[in-house]
């Protein structure tokens, strides 16, 4: 009896804190499709009374979240790509090869994880500035072209339980190590590429801290910039905007929401692996 | 050579002078797969973070050239700044309360979804969707939630107590709770609950087992069992959490730019302050390195202290 009460009551823990997470998302979707004057009217209503659709087009065009889309697009697409390609070389190069100071160099490249950004950030700033890249995606995209730890480190671990003989049957039939690469490495891993792209996707998706660094007009601002941007600057104290606020809120969220969904076990394995070490 | 000879006697000793050659080949091979890695590590990392030392010893404000000033900004930061020491205070009392309250959450609510009910990936996925939000979204809605006039949480306030709630984010004694309430919301179900997950299903079940036979009671075996064996992930999740909280950057300036009355003006606001708004690219710097310090010292310490609690299983067998 005691422990049937026990199971109710830890079923009810769950279901109440289930709903403390959900909750918010409820009212900002239902935030987004009031009016204007039912997002502030008192007492509040969960459901809208008509749904209002036209808020996310409003939304979309009041500030510029096209070219805030567009931008996003651009910077997660070629991020993604940069890090898959490096990373991928540099984790079948660490997996693969035996060379002088592979373990420290290896540590090295953890190591990095573990650093703050503010510790690079201004220098790079500079350096971007010399160049003359503020203000354009270059500084955003740039840097994923080599490769990054967490890439790689999840990579090199998969490869790593990949048999060998496979590797060494194709060398022995003449493969070069490019071909080992691209033939027998790249289709085997997909899984870990897998995981690595949804980990990729959003960290450049929901990136604010160099956006905000290195971007400075409007027309090259990314979702979540424009957002910030949307909430400091575009405050009309004579109509109530959280209805758009909230919508443009939901456009920058549901890509995420989406890739999550479709990729979830993918995203899960990583997070575990990636805790292993530990 | 002949040390080459010991070590190859077991593989290949036919081939001897040409395996040398492959491995030579090979190491070549693997330093060019790593190229790109390496540099660009030098490029980002090494570089700018010796950059970055040198310009901590000097006054740089990008309008006028640079001049060596050795430890003066250190100086400066420590006895002169008080918004350096304001702002370590802030970030303390954040490290204080979320690192501990978030990792108990997670790993409560792990404990919640490790017991097998039905419906595990449902609740998982409810559980996980404010981590995935992106953070300004996130705090966006908290906002607007925590509204002083018409968000829905004084509503309800007004509602049942049939009173004025608090202003939360322009209060300067509930902004850095009601801070603490948003990093909550969107970092218990994260990552981190998974690893605690992963780990609680990594207990042997005998051990569960066994203590059942002892007559142990949940909570016993969650005290004596459970969390001894995944003390490893709660060490893990420990410095990993404090690590991030150190840094603690967007909430704080999309929800209230450090203030009210710098109730919320955590470190790496003062740094984005002086460095991106002052352009003070020298001061800055300085910021930013004892930043590091603290962090590396920390996590050592951690390191450390972790020798006297965390119990490693493999430990039993050696």
């Not at chain 1, 479709?262 to 070490?277: D, H, L, P, R, T």
Request: aromatic share 14%; net charge positive; hydrophobic share 50%.
């Amino acid at each position: 009896m005691g422990r049937q009460f026990a199971q109710v009551f830890l079923n009810v823990m769950t279901t109440l804190l289930a709903l403390s997470f959900i909750f918010p998302f409820i009212w900002t979707v239902s935030s987004a499709l009031k009016t204007g004057y039912e997002v502030v009217e008192y007492p509040p209503k969960i459901l809208p009374r008509v749904a209002q659709w036209g808020n996310f087009y409003e939304a979309w065009t009041t500030a510029d979240f096209g070219s805030f889309f567009l931008n996003s697009m651009i910077v997660t697409v070629s991020t993604l790509v940069g890090t898959l390609l490096s990373s991928l070389l540099a984790a079948y190069g660490f997996a693969r090869f035996r060379f002088p100071g592979r373990e420290i160099v290896f540590l090295l490249c953890l190591s990095g994880m573990m650093m703050p950004v503010y510790v690079t950030i201004i220098p790079l700033f500079t350096i971007f500035r010399a160049l003359r890249w503020i203000d354009t995606l270059k500084p955003l995209i740039l840097p994923s072209f080599f490769g990054s730890a967490f890439a790689i480190f999840l990579l090199r671990q998969f490869i790593m339980s990949i048999p060998f003989d496979l590797d060494e049957s194709a060398l022995i039939d003449g493969a070069s190590r490019l071909t080992i690469l691209l033939r027998i490495i790249t289709p085997n891993c997909k899984p870990a590429l897998a995981t690595v792209a949804i980990f990729t996707f959003m960290s450049a998706w929901n990136n604010f801290l160099s956006p905000l660094i290195f971007l400075d007009s409007q027309k090259n601002f990314t979702l979540p910039l424009g957002l910030w941007f949307l909430r400091s600057y575009a405050d009309d104290p004579t109509q109530p905007t959280e209805h758009l606020l909230m919508a443009a809120s939901v456009i920058t969220t549901v890509p995420v929401l989406l890739v999550f969904i479709s990729a979830q076990k993918y995203f899960i394995e990583g997070v575990v692996m990636s805790g292993i070490k530990g | 050579m002949e040390n080459a000879q010991a070590f190859d006697v077991t593989t290949a000793a036919r081939q001897r002078p040409r395996a040398s050659r492959q491995e030579i080949r090979e190491a070549l091979q693997g330093y060019a797969f790593i190229a790109p890695w390496a540099i660009g590590f030098l490029a980002f990392i090494v570089g700018p973070l010796l950059t970055s030392l040198y310009y901590s010893l000097t006054r740089y404000t990008l309008l006028r050239p640079m001049e060596w000033i050795g430890l003066e900004n250190y100086g400066y930061a420590l006895l002169r700044d008080s918004l350096f020491w304001k702002s370590i205070e802030r970030t303390l009392l954040w490290t204080l309360t979320t690192v501990p309250l978030g990792v108990l959450g997670s790993f409560l609510a792990a404990l919640l979804l490790d017991r097998g009910v039905r419906g595990t990936t449902a609740w998982r996925i409810c559980f996980f969707l404010p981590s995935l939000t992106p953070q300004v979204a996130a705090v966006i809605l908290w906002v607007w939630i925590l509204q002083p006039e018409v968000g829905i949480v004084n509503s309800l306030i007004r509602m049942v107590f049939e009173t004025r709630g608090p202003g939360w984010l322009s209060s300067p004694t509930w902004a850095l709770p009601s801070l603490v309430g948003i990093n909550l919301w969107t970092s218990i179900g994260s990552n981190r609950m998974l690893i605690f997950l992963a780990g609680l299903q990594g207990v042997p079940r005998e051990l569960y087992d066994a203590s059942e036979v002892d007559g142990a009671n949940w909570w016993h075996r969650t005290l004596h069992v459970t969390i001894p064996m995944i003390s490893p992930t709660i060490f893990f999740n420990l410095v990993l959490g404090m690590i991030s909280s150190l840094q603690v950057f967007g909430v704080a300036f999309v929800a209230t730019a450090g203030g009210p009355a710098y109730a919320t003006y955590f470190y790496a606001l003062h740094l984005y302050q002086t460095a991106f708004k002052s352009f003070d690219m020298g001061y800055g710097s300085a910021l930013a390195w004892m930043l590091f310090i603290a962090i590396l010292v920390m996590t050592l310490v951690q390191q450390w202290l972790s020798g006297r609690w965390v119990f490693y299983s493999g430990e039993v067998r050696r």
